[in-house]
């Protein structure tokens, strides 16, 4: 098969999908995008529907029209493109959570339609109990299953009431609780780089390894999500699910087996290892942050206090950095420095591992610049792997310059790299668990949240100040200073 030879289509089983909040933002920017890249690919047996069910009544005629003037204005032209073929699949339902008639509207949008039935949930966590109560199917993965999008909750506490109710209908086996950045794809090749190959996995250890560092910045402020934002915060938000979730699938043992239980069998172990960081006046492994007034690409942007919806004297954070460990003997001692913040220079999110120096440096570095061997793995804006070496400058003796082997996975295969809900769907229609978490992996990162939160409300720690368009309060690079090294853009400016 030549690299321009389109990749054989093995269409899915037949299904219905029903989209609850197919109106919602995450919807129409993610779901629905990803639903029509894989009818236009031909994953979609005729037979096969998706309902997409909202308060307000629509046509799929109107929705779809909806769909499509909310992709012009975002520019998604891919998306455009392939919208048309949903419209063989469509149907609608109008469907308000809570109001009398919602379960005879759901049994009138699923009735004679093929099975499994899909409940994708995209709702605020205060709806899935509502949803709950609509699901009256059997306990059977084969015939109904149900995707639960984050934030599951937005303590332990709330977390474990909604996981009880969805307990009382449905089987741990029929529940995917979805984090899309377990389905980026250069997370999946960070996993088959470390299971199917010799090189990695004996260096991943405490006597390899120096730091681990996480990043995930955005450059957006908090948008029109101001009223949810408030409730959860970059801690709730970011950590308690995606950056957990890297760490533990960075951490892992390796698995006895790529069957989903014992992948996540090993990530929990994981979690429940984290050393919650410890907060004090001074010499703190945590520093929060809120972004006040700044400029972004040369133009000024407003702090976070003013934002529209923001309370003026809010104390939500709006940037962590954090160091933990996992206390095991494979980790023990490394320091993981892991960093999220809103309305920072760029969009950027990669896994840092920095291997410890040579015992022994023969060669000199040209320019006498170098901060040792690294992996990064980069998971936005482009899904990539880069390795940094030291290699011979040609023509100049016992003289080493830095070097990055680069694997750009669409350059690599000449191919598209598959969004990540696109992937995860694909899993959620086939029946395939390993890419999302467990309801025990949730309380774990919920108990580790929790444990912090309150040591911070304890000792009444205040969001830092930082300027948007900057990587967060000096703080964070004091931290990062006093865990033996520098943040990942550091290392950038200084030569590399």
């Known amino acids: 098969m030549t690299e321009n030879t389109p990749r054989p289509v093995d269409p899915l089983d037949p299904f219905t999908f029903v989209l609850h909040g197919s109106s919602g933002d995450l919807s129409r920017r993610k779901i629905l995008p990803a639903l029509a890249h894989l009818a ?51 149907g609608t339902a109008a469907l308000a959570l809570g109001e009398p008639d919602a379960q005879a509207s759901l049994d009138r949008a699923v009735a004679g339609k093929p099975e499994p039935v899909v409940h994708y949930a995209a709702l605020p966590a205060s709806r899935f109990i509502d949803l709950m109560a609509l699901i009256n199917g059997p306990r059977d993965p084969a015939r109904l299953r149900v995707v639960l999008e984050k934030p599951l909750g937005y303590s332990g506490k709330d977390s474990r009431r909604i996981e009880d109710v969805v307990a009382q209908h449905l089987d741990e086996c029929q529940v995917y609780r979805i984090d899309h950045y ?58 308690q699910s995606h950056m957990l979730q890297l760490v533990a699938t960075l951490a892992m043992d390796p698995p006895i087996s790529l069957d989903a239980d014992a992948l996540r069998d090993e990530k929990l172990k994981v979690l429940r290892a984290l050393k ?67 309305r920072m220079p760029m969009r950027l999110a990669e896994i840092v591992v920095q291997f410890r120096e040579v015992p022994l440096q023969l060669f000199t570095p040209l320019g006498g610049q170098w901060t040792g061997n690294r992996l990064v793995v980069s998971l936005q804006p482009e899904d990539s792997l880069q390795l940094h070496l030291l290699a011979k400058v040609p023509g100049q003796r016992d003289c ?39 309801r025990d992996e949730v309380a774990a990162q919920w108990a580790f949240v929790d444990q912090l939160r309150d040591e911070l409300q304890e000792r009444a720690a205040r969001p830092l100040a930082y300027p948007a368009g900057s990587y967060g309060p000096p703080e964070s690079t004091s931290l990062a200073f006093r865990a033996g090294g520098a943040w990942s853009e550091s290392l950038k400016l200084a030569g590399e």
């Open 40 to 90: 236009a690919e031909g994953h979609f047996r005729p037979e096969s529907r998706i309902i997409l069910a909202q308060r307000q009544a629509a046509t799929p005629g109107q929705a779809l029209a909806q769909e499509d003037a909310f992709l012009a204005e975002i520019g998604d032209e891919s998306a455009r493109k392939s919208l048309s073929a949903l419209q063989p699949h469509l």
């Open 182 to 239: 377990l389905g980026k794809q250069a997370v999946q090749n960070l996993v088959a780089l470390r299971l199917g190959n010799l090189i990695f996995e004996p260096l991943l250890n405490r006597e390899h390894v120096a730091q681990v560092q996480i990043t995930i910045a955005e450059d957006l402020g908090v948008e029109d999500r101001a009223a949810s934002y408030e409730q959860s915060g970059a801690l709730r938000d970011m950590v």
């Open 276 to 342: 919650v960081p410890r907060v004090g006046a001074r010499d703190s492994d945590v520093v929060i942050g809120q972004y006040v007034a700044g400029h972004m690409n040369g133009r000024p942007v407003p702090g976070y206090q003013q934002e529209d919806g923001v309370p003026p004297r809010s104390l939500t954070e709006s940037f962590v950095a954090l160091k933990t460990e996992v206390n095991n003997w494979r980790w023990a001692g490394v320091p993981f420095l892991l960093r999220t913040g809103k």
């Open 400 to 438: 080493l310059q830095p070097v990055a082997l680069n694997l750009d996975f669409s350059d690599a295969w000449r191919i598209p790299v598959r969004d990540a809900y696109e992937r995860l769907l694909g899993d959620i229609l086939r029946g395939r668990l390993s890419l999302f978490l467990r």
